[in-house]
């Protein structure tokens, strides 16, 4: 190695590595935060909080590495621009695709271990972090109820009590808890209680939650908005009611954390390759399951005239054929027949409907660990993508430092980022498919980082050059133009 490429890529190391410990301190604190009710006022000791911490913060270096390669990119390039050092260079006969040749290295390098990390590392992080979590819970389960507010359990509950004691802070005093059939439901549940216990099984995945000295509201739904106006419910009292609490939803508080819990997350290529064939040979059985049971009920008719009787028909034998089946049917066996059948396609279209709910449900799962599969191969390419986009952008703006570099840089990664969010969300619908959704924002900038890579190795700026595509249409729209003003010169002489 030469002493300008040993130059090159030690001005960059240190500029990458002081950018990815700012970024990687910036979003764990601000990840972390998601949790933060998770851990104030818990009386947890420091070397849980450490232990949290350090579980979670491997899920953001997938994230933290692409945006410190990128910046740190545009930064050394765009100081060695600004300070007339590449122009040194290339007096010297050394091209930017030269200068280019150790970094790339160094990228790739960096690439494979971001890969090596997000399949294996993360997974294990995750693992363990989930795993902490429901340890807590377990230990301590009055640590997922804070004293005098409200806490939310899952996406239908939420749980308030004024005051906890015990060793563990397992006696409740003035409980009151709002639950709802679902997440859309109209219809709210609240319960009162003075006193309640909290318990945990380690063996079990559930707190189980004992309300002693209660009163227990329910909404009553009506469809008639007269009803509705008046709000009725229904009132009841008891000495002893017990709740079942999952610690998945407690795992899950959060909209954002909630993404952790998923198992896709915690399984490594291997794993993920072994489920989603798991899942797709079920899902493929189903399919063929609800077509023979479809096929079943289209019998259902003939097979209720049978039972009844009613197919029967005594049909004349003189009469005329008809493509009309009902003509042949005697008047008075026809409304059983309609009945019948009337009940059939209710019933069809019902099971149609929950067979389509259940195989979209079961879809949507496999595309989430396509999804998981594909995010660890991306990780791998946007940090090359991210680098020949930042390298030759450097050169061309010739600016170091912190300032145009990190507005370029912030401005390309939210378009980055924002395409993958959506892509993947698309995904997860089975909109697109999962390679396309996660690989949306890498599509979307390939292009750009041939462009900017082409025109700065050929020292070409920014500025792209459209003339000849306007030059033809301006051509044409003037003859267009003059054939008018010579028709209308023509038409004014005659005259």
Request: charged share 20%; glycine share 6%.
């Given at each position: 190695?030469?002493?300008?490429?040993?130059?090159?890529?030690?001005?960059?190391?240190?500029?990458?590595?002081?950018?990815?410990?700012?970024?990687?301190?910036?979003?764990?604190?601000?990840?972390?935060?998601?949790?933060?009710?998770?851990?104030?006022?818990?009386?947890?000791?420091?070397?849980?909080?450490?232990?949290?911490?350090?579980?979670?913060?491997?899920?953001?270096?997938?994230?933290?590495?692409?945006?410190?390669?990128?910046?740190?990119?545009?930064?050394?390039?765009?100081?060695?621009?600004?300070?007339?050092?590449?122009?040194?260079?290339?007096?010297?006969?050394?091209?930017?695709?030269?200068?280019?040749?150790?970094?790339?290295?160094?990228?790739?390098?960096?690439?494979?271990?971001?890969?090596?990390?997000?399949?294996?590392?993360?997974?294990?992080?995750?693992?363990?972090?989930?795993?902490?979590?429901?340890?807590?819970?377990?230990?301590?389960?009055?640590?997922?109820?804070?004293?005098?507010?409200?806490?939310?359990?899952?996406?239908?509950?939420?749980?308030?009590?004024?005051?906890?004691?015990?060793?563990?802070?397992?006696?409740?005093?003035?409980?009151?808890?709002?639950?709802?059939?679902?997440?859309?439901?109209?219809?709210?549940?609240?319960?009162?209680?003075?006193?309640?216990?909290?318990?945990?099984?380690?063996?079990?995945?559930?707190?189980?939650?004992?309300?002693?000295?209660?009163?227990?509201?329910?909404?009553?739904?009506?469809?008639?908005?007269?009803?509705?106006?008046?709000?009725?419910?229904?009132?009841?009292?008891?000495?002893?009611?017990?709740?079942n609490i999952d610690l998945a939803k407690l795992n899950g508080a959060s909209e954002e954390g909630g993404e952790i819990i998923n198992a896709y997350n915690m399984l490594n290529m291997s794993e993920l390759?072994?489920?989603?064939?798991?899942?797709?040979?079920?899902?493929?059985?189903?399919?063929?399951?609800?077509?023979?049971?479809?096929?079943?009920?289209?019998?259902?008719?003939?097979?209720?005239?049978?039972?009844?009787?009613?197919?029967?028909?005594?049909?004349?034998?003189?009469?005329?054929?008809?493509?009309?089946?009902?003509?042949?049917?005697?008047?008075?066996?026809?409304?059983?027949?309609?009945?019948?059948?009337?009940?059939?396609?209710?019933?069809?279209?019902?099971?149609?409907?929950?067979?389509?709910?259940?195989?979209?449900?079961?879809?949507?799962?496999?595309?989430?660990?396509?999804?998981?599969?594909?995010?660890?191969i991306l990780v791998a390419y946007s940090c090359l993508l991210m680098f020949f986009i930042g390298a030759p952008l450097g050169a061309i703006i010739r600016k170091g430092g912190l300032g145009l570099p990190?507005?370029?840089?912030?401005?390309?990664?939210?378009?980055?980022?924002?395409?993958?969010?959506?892509?993947?969300?698309?995904?997860?619908?089975?909109?697109?498919?999962?390679?396309?959704?996660?690989?949306?924002?890498?599509?979307?900038?390939?292009?750009?980082?041939?462009?900017?890579?082409?025109?700065?190795?050929?020292?070409?700026?920014?500025?792209?050059?459209?003339?000849?595509?306007?030059?033809?249409?301006?051509?044409?729209?003037?003859?267009?133009?003059?054939?008018?003003?010579?028709?209308?010169?023509?038409?004014?002489?005659?005259?």
């Amino acid at each position: 190695m030469k002493i300008i490429d040993k130059y090159l890529l030690k001005s960059f190391l240190i500029t990458f590595t002081t950018v990815f410990v700012i970024l990687f301190f910036i979003f764990v604190l601000q990840s972390i935060w998601l949790f933060i009710a998770e851990l104030a006022g818990k009386d947890l000791d420091f070397v849980t909080i450490f232990k949290f911490i350090f579980y979670y913060s491997p899920i953001m270096v997938p994230l933290v590495l692409p945006l410190s390669i990128l910046l740190a990119s545009i930064m050394t390039f765009g100081s060695f621009a600004e300070n007339y050092e590449f122009a040194a260079m290339k007096s010297g006969g050394i091209s930017l695709r030269r200068a280019m040749k150790f970094l790339i290295i160094c990228t790739v390098v960096f690439s494979a271990i971001a890969f090596l990390f997000a399949n294996n590392i993360i997974p294990e992080a995750q693992y363990r972090f989930v795993n902490l979590r429901k340890n807590i819970l377990q230990t301590k389960p009055a640590m997922a109820i804070g004293e005098g507010q409200f806490n939310k359990i899952g996406a239908t509950t939420t749980i308030k009590v004024d005051k906890k004691s015990g060793d563990n802070g397992e006696f409740l005093e003035g409980i009151t808890m709002h639950m709802k059939k679902g997440e859309f439901s109209p219809i709210t549940t609240v319960i009162k209680a003075k006193r309640g216990v909290l318990k945990s099984d380690e063996t079990t995945n559930l707190l189980q939650l004992d309300l002693i000295d209660g009163n227990y509201y329910e909404d009553i739904y009506s469809q008639k908005m007269e009803e509705r106006e008046k709000l009725p419910f229904a009132k009841s009292s008891f000495k002893k009611y017990t709740i079942n609490i999952d610690l998945a939803k407690l795992n899950g508080a959060s909209e954002e954390g909630g993404e952790i819990i998923n198992a896709y997350n915690m399984l490594n290529m291997s794993e993920l390759k072994y489920t989603i064939d798991s899942l797709q040979l079920n899902y493929n059985k189903d399919v063929i399951s609800y077509s023979e049971n479809l096929d079943k009920t289209s019998q259902s008719l003939t097979n209720v005239l049978e039972h009844t009787g009613e197919n029967n028909l005594v049909v004349p034998i003189k009469t005329e054929q008809s493509n009309d089946l009902l003509k042949i049917i005697p008047n008075e066996k026809k409304s059983i027949i309609f009945d019948v059948a009337k009940s059939n396609i209710s019933n069809t279209i019902f099971t149609l409907d929950g067979y389509s709910t259940d195989l979209e449900m079961k879809k949507n799962n496999i595309n989430d660990y396509w999804i998981g599969y594909y995010d660890k191969i991306l990780v791998a390419y946007s940090c090359l993508l991210m680098f020949f986009i930042g390298a030759p952008l450097g050169a061309i703006i010739r600016k170091g430092g912190l300032g145009l570099p990190i507005v370029f840089a912030v401005l390309i990664f939210i378009i980055f980022n924002f395409a993958n969010t959506f892509g993947k969300k698309l995904a997860g619908q089975d909109a697109l498919h999962p390679f396309i959704g996660v690989a949306a924002g890498a599509l979307i900038l390939t292009p750009f980082a041939i462009l900017v890579t082409y025109r700065a190795t050929n020292d070409m700026g920014l500025t792209i050059d459209l003339d000849w595509l306007i030059n033809p249409i301006k051509n044409i729209f003037n003859k267009l133009t003059n054939d008018k003003l010579q028709s209308t010169n023509t038409q004014t002489n005659e005259q």
